[in-house]
């Protein structure tokens, strides 16, 4: 029993540390795609920023804004950070405290509920700017929940497993990626829209929102939203890698290093695509998900399906 909290106690420290140098990796790389110096002023080219940073806005005084509704106000952060940190429970180690089954419908019911937290910020908060942030954000993610759920359809229909472990380790041969290409690329773009990350961020549209559904939040508030956002995004990245380039686990050590490039490559990935794009306008992202990928998923699955039933029957 000991053990196994202190596996998870460290596991979440080095989450928590992944995600505070992800936040530098992408002010570095945003720097760079901008032809311009990212962080390098604290400590050697930068490396401490994310510490420096960690440290100013959890000792900052947390503000009570007078019109808000304190207790959803409080709880909201606090609800999102916790569910970003359940979705690592799906890590697939050898060194896991747990195993999943059910890993998919595990991910599905949390990710469902990770709309509830941007909700209650920006209903909460008391302020219009947040609660039309909230509002956009919520009816996203509803609407690209949709996408994921049919994508996801796809490794259980070729594996029959809900299990993540047992989807990666059934790639040896070849990547899920190169037999579902275009469901792939249909996939990450869901991601990016799932996490409200550029160009589909409609809910914290600066020049829109002033910073949308977390208007009203600094110091702890903040921080802890920023840390559900990055770890979500990161989260995300580990399920890409799963699902379409995934691999045996015979040799550990070669194969978590090899793993860990793969989540690295999309986890930029989402750095690159807010480097290169412009903002959506948003009525084309809400027909991008139901007028585009909804009908090539279901064409995709009918066809995967009738293919299926030829041969097993």
Avoid: H
């Avoid at 999943?100 to 909460?124: D, E, H, P, Q, R």
């Avoid at 994921?148 to 070849?174: D, N, V, Y």
């Avoid at 799932?194 to 809910?203: G, H, K, S, V």
């Avoid at 990935?269 to 959506?280: D, T």
């Amino acid at each position: 029993m000991y053990i196994s909290m202190l596996s998870c106690l460290f596991s979440y420290i080095c989450i928590l540390l992944a995600v505070a140098f992800f936040t530098l990796l992408e002010r570095k790389g945003l720097s760079y795609i901008q032809i311009r110096k990212g962080p390098n002023k604290v400590g050697l080219a930068g490396l401490p920023q994310p510490i420096a940073d960690a440290a100013k806005l959890l000792t900052k005084e947390i503000a009570k804004p007078t019109m808000a509704n304190y207790s959803p106000y409080f709880i909201a952060p606090i609800f999102s950070f916790i569910l970003a940190l359940f979705l690592w429970q799906l890590y697939p180690s050898m060194y896991s405290s747990s195993y999943f089954k059910w890993g998919i419908l595990f991910f599905m019911c949390v990710s469902g509920l990770n709309v509830y937290g941007t909700l209650l910020a920006g209903w909460s908060s008391n302020s219009k700017y947040a609660l039309l942030g909230s509002l956009r954000a919520i009816a996203q993610t509803i609407s690209y929940e949709v996408s994921m759920a049919l994508i996801l359809l796809f490794p259980l229909f070729l594996m029959g497993s809900f299990s993540f472990i047992e989807i990666k380790e059934s790639q040896e041969l070849i990547w899920f990626m190169f037999i579902m290409l275009p469901v792939s690329f249909m996939w990450f773009v869901t991601c990016v829209a799932e996490t409200n990350r550029a160009p589909f961020d409609f809910a914290e549209g600066e020049s829109e929102l002033v910073s949308g559904f977390n208007i009203e939040y600094g110091a702890a508030g903040f921080a802890l939203i920023f840390l559900a956002e990055y770890a979500n995004i990161l989260v995300m990245s580990l399920f890409t890698a799963l699902i379409f380039l995934g691999g045996s686990s015979m040799i550990i050590f070669e194969s978590d290093i090899m793993f860990m490039m793969k989540v690295l490559f999309f986890a930029f990935l989402f750095i690159w695509v807010r480097g290169s794009y412009p903002r959506f306008r948003y009525d084309l992202l809400m027909g991008l998900t139901w007028k585009s990928f909804l009908p090539t998923a279901l064409c995709f699955l009918l066809m995967i399906n009738s293919l299926i039933y030829i041969i097993y029957y």
